[in-house]
């Protein structure tokens, strides 16, 4: 059973581009939620998707930053027009049942460089 | 808001001597208390966790404890060894299925 899938793994951007980053989850999960490390930093939640919905986008930035979880195929974090201060490394997560303790798997994470 | 405060940011032990890290709380309500451990470049990895209803948990030489009173839990690492060294997060659940992290703390395990 693979675990939780995201890539790129490194992503490069000059400023103004738009950076896409894929996550699956892992098998049986359908809940996915998305963090952001800054460096030297904890994870800061960003959102919390279910197939089709998003349930908690409390932690996105209002403005340039969206997340979708299709009904198939992998969540993506879409972030319009970066910004140096979009640099950071975006992770992950995937759980199989809400409203319970269930464990988060993190995935390995992208690294957006923002030039 | 929600916060969960880490100490220390930075931990260096000897090699086979233990190694306490420290965190509080400020909901109340938060029932799930994970510690997950980070290797450079790789995602964050649960090693332990602790439900509310549980005061103390061990696992080998891992164990956390949880005062609900206080709003503090740590994590105890005995006996530690070179491929401890990582950065640590504790996190507290509240409402919903969100988790709030703590800023980290890099252990260092010195030969």
């Known amino acids: 059973n693979a675990g939780v899938m995201q890539n790129p793994r490194h992503l490069v951007r000059r400023r103004g581009q738009e950076a896409r980053l894929r996550c699956s989850p892992m098998k049986g999960h359908s809940h996915v939620y998305w963090y952001r490390q800054l460096p030297e930093e904890g994870l800061k939640f960003m959102v919390y998707l279910q197939k089709e919905n998003i349930i908690d986008e409390s932690g996105m930035p209002k403005e340039r930053f969206s997340a979708e979880f299709p009904k198939e195929g992998p969540s993506i974090l879409r972030i319009q027009q970066v910004v140096r201060g979009d640099s950071a490394a975006y992770f992950c997560a995937s759980s199989p049942v809400s409203g319970s303790v269930n464990e988060q798997f993190f995935g390995p994470g992208t690294r957006l460089t923002v030039l | 808001g929600e916060n969960v405060e880490q100490h220390p940011s930075t931990l260096s032990v000897q090699e086979g001597d233990s190694a306490v890290i420290k965190c509080t709380y400020s909901d109340s309500a938060s029932n799930y208390f994970p510690w997950y451990k980070q290797e450079l470049g790789k995602g964050p990895q649960l090693i332990i966790d602790i439900r509310s209803n549980v005061g103390e948990k061990k696992d080998q030489r891992i164990a956390v404890t949880l005062n609900k009173t206080a709003k503090h839990f740590s994590l105890h690492i005995t006996e530690t060894q070179p491929e401890d060294s990582a950065v640590y997060f504790c996190?507290?659940?509240?409402?919903?299925?969100?988790?709030?992290f703590g800023k980290g703390t890099r252990l260092h395990i010195l030969p």
């Open positions: 996190a507290a659940r509240i409402r919903d299925d969100k988790i709030i």
